[in-house]
């Protein structure tokens, strides 16, 4: 039997890649549309690290599996936050210079010493393997989870409540809705993984709220032009 946790992650994988591509190939190329597709892209590292772990069931190969797939863990806030800041028609340079330096830092001690941020790996309630967490161990990794999880994506969602507040067109305020309660719910699914890593007992069913953001980004396309996408299909659907 296929356990639900590699189900979840199966349609995070195919929601948020699918979108990426979407928002990628019928976008137009400017920075929103860029952010918007290198966040998504990301995000489905998640989903499909994790089939690949459930797949390949042993220790080692799993254990290189999740070196790469904590990349999203590492790069999903950072790429989110550039792209509400893409969003929001905001620039703030230094900010993301910060971030990605952050991020590419944390990325090396993940890849070549991943000891100090994945730290280990264990089976889980339906035999996979799942990043393990020990505070003696790798504490960066519930550092950087406070910092950037709790911090940053907070910060992110008052940017986006605050642009909301004073957008003037309907559409805009609906397109920015969309975006914050994707965002918002997607959000809670990605902390219900991290109980189990902490060590709680506690199955992450809540990983498949993490395909919502892509579904409520293809709404926003769909019913309010978001990302200036749907004037692009139509036509697209006229000449086929």
Known sequence: MIPIYTISSALVFISNFSVALLVLLKGKKNRVTLTCSFFLFTVSLWGGGAVLSAIFNNYDQSY?????????????????HHFTLAICNLKKRLQLIILYSIGIIVSFINLFYPQY????ISKFFDGFYFPKFSLHQNPLYLIYYIVMFWGLLLYS??????ESIIAVEKD???????FMCGSIISWLGAH??????????????SNFLIAVLPIFIGLGIIRYQFLDITVVIKKSIVYS
Do not use: C, E, M
Request: charge should be positive.
């Open 117 to 120: 941020y994945l730290g280990d």
């Open 64 to 80: 290189v599996i999740w070196q790469y797939t904590n990349l999203t863990n590492i790069w999903g806030p950072i790429t989110h």
């Open 192 to 205: 219900g993984d991290f109980p189990a890593v902490l060590g709680f007992q506690i199955y992450p069913f």
């Open 172 to 178: 805009r305020k609906n397109q920015l809705y969309f």
């Open 157 to 162: 969602f008052s940017l986006l409540y605050k």
